[in-house]
């Protein structure tokens, strides 16, 4: 028998919770709302381990905190971070702390969808983060040394054009380099591409 499909929901917005958990449900997945991530946070030890769709700007802790306080406590909930266009950098720091992907509101449905499942598949399937390391590494290898500094300058939330003064080339240059990185690591976001720096090592120590 196939497990529950478990989804918390932590927004302070009720339309997000309202409209994201009328999608999920729609799919066959158990949804619970939170209103706020301190109250995600005091029930959590007590709560059914699920996938965290969390929004990083919230009220009284915001979502990098709450992730920050359950690695403390040994909680294991793989999140997706919900975040603005301006909350790339902030949104890098949780993914580096563990978060396995980020959506940019407002997001698509099937965005949503393929994002959600990715995550479930992750929280089944914990034993394979070995076997996704090594194959994150063989692409990183594949990267020429300045497409590597890009990636770099990537996982630690920099833009374009801070990235292109910290190398000494120009952002159309950069541009180039992370088309081209992109294209070799076989991603079409960024944070797929973090997914496989992260894995790879790149930006962290590796978490294994």
């Not at 799919?27 to 007590?46: I, M, P």
């Not at 950098?89 to 949780?94: K, L, R």
């Not at 000494?168 to 976001?189: D, F, Q, Y």
């Amino acid at each position: 028998m196939e497990p529950t499909k478990l989804i918390h929901i932590v927004d302070d917005e009720d339309s997000v919770r309202a409209a994201t958990a009328f999608l999920l449900e729609l799919e066959g997945y158990t949804v619970r709302t939170w209103q706020r991530g301190t109250h995600f946070l005091a029930a959590a030890a007590n709560e059914p381990l699920g996938c965290v769709i969390m929004d990083l700007r919230m009220p009284e802790m915001d979502g990098i905190e709450v992730q920050r306080r359950l690695n403390e406590a040994e909680l294991y909930f793989p999140i997706i971070m919900l975040t603005g266009h301006g909350d790339i950098a902030s949104t890098v720091t949780a993914m580096k702390m563990g978060a396995v992907d980020f959506l940019v509101k407002p997001f698509e449905r099937e965005t949503l969808l393929r994002a959600v499942e990715n995550c479930w598949t992750l929280f089944q399937d914990t034993g394979a983060r070995r076997q996704r390391a090594v194959r994150a590494g063989a692409m990183v290898e594949k990267l020429t040394p300045r497409e590597r500094d890009v990636l770099s300058g990537l996982t630690m939330g920099l833009p374009n054009k801070h990235i292109a003064l910290q190398l000494g080339i120009s952002p159309r240059t950069v541009e180039i380099h992370r088309a081209n990185l992109m294209s070799k690591l076989e991603t079409r976001s960024l944070s797929d591409a973090l997914r496989v720096a992260f894995a790879a090592g790149i930006g962290r120590q590796l978490d294994c």
